[in-house]
């Protein structure tokens, strides 16, 4: 009855130079950390797309939300960013709360996401949990409460800005990077 897709692709570019400008800013602290969904971690302001280094990945992205906006039928003239940022997450204790986004689409792109980063959930809001079928079926799109994404570098992953999600705690000390958008 109520289907809600997301999109996945593969970028085929050279990351490492994004990830060491945004370790840069980072270790820089070109700008003062925002606290946002995020707990011990790093968010940036949400100026990444005027950034001169971000612009091969975010014509990439606008390409790919094409597909999406297609999907989902909506029509669009162009793509704009409607704030764009980098979170970096290095301990056990780094997470993102449950939260939405605005714009009509969102995404994620894992700029380093070595084996023990934290996986991202996304959440069926309409899901009693206390329903049966919900405790006794083999969970699939028609049962389960949420989705989890182990996060793979160089992914990119587009959905409706209104879906819930959260990022878990990494299983190991590793450095998850990730860049999060809006788009309209």
Not at 7 to 13: I, L
Not at 19 to 33: A, F, V
Not at 139 to 144: L, P, R, T
Request: hydrophobic letters at 30%; proline letters at 4%; a neutral charge.
């Amino acid at each position: 009855m109520f289907k809600v897709p997301i999109f996945q692709s593969e970028y085929s570019g050279d990351i490492s130079k994004i990830k060491n400008e945004i370790l840069s800013i980072k270790d820089g602290q070109k700008d003062t950390p925002l606290t946002m969904s995020n707990q011990n971690g790093y968010h940036s302001d949400q100026y990444l797309d005027k950034e001169e280094f971000m612009q091969p990945l975010l014509k990439w992205i606008a390409s790919e939300s094409g597909k999406a906006y297609s999907k989902l039928t909506i029509k669009k003239s162009r793509t704009e960013f409607n704030g764009c940022w980098f979170n970096v997450n290095t301990t056990l204790n780094s997470y993102n709360h449950i939260h939405t986004h605005n714009g009509i689409l969102s995404g994620i792109f894992y700029v380093n996401a070595p084996p023990g980063s934290a996986k991202t959930y996304f959440y069926n809001m309409g899901m009693n949990r206390l329903w049966d079928g919900f405790l006794m079926g083999d969970k699939n799109e028609y049962n389960s409460a949420e989705h989890e994404i182990i996060p793979k570098t160089g992914m990119l992953y587009l959905f409706p800005s209104y879906i819930y999600h959260a990022v878990g705690t990494n299983d190991k000390e590793v450095e998850r990077i990730s860049i999060s958008f809006n788009l309209r």
